[in-house]
């Protein structure tokens, strides 16, 4: 049986740390915006999420 998480954000991908608070998903905290969206776009394929961005220097993975 192969258990999933859906519906809920899996990781959040930042230019900085201040703008992100505490949560239950892993942040990476990446200043260089060609490097950020790399690693989004990883993150994205290995754990079969969708990544959104928030326009403000910050990715969400989410899995729908």
Known sequence: ???QIS???????ASRAEQVL??????????????????AM???????GMVHDLENGVLILVRH
């Open 22 to 39: 505490a949560g239950g998903a892993p942040v990476f905290v990446e200043p260089d915006e060609a490097t950020r969206q790399r690693v």
């Open 1 to 3: 049986m192969k258990v």
């Open 42 to 48: 990883f993150l994205g394929r290995i754990t079969d």
């Open 7 to 13: 519906g809920e954000i899996m990781a959040v991908v």
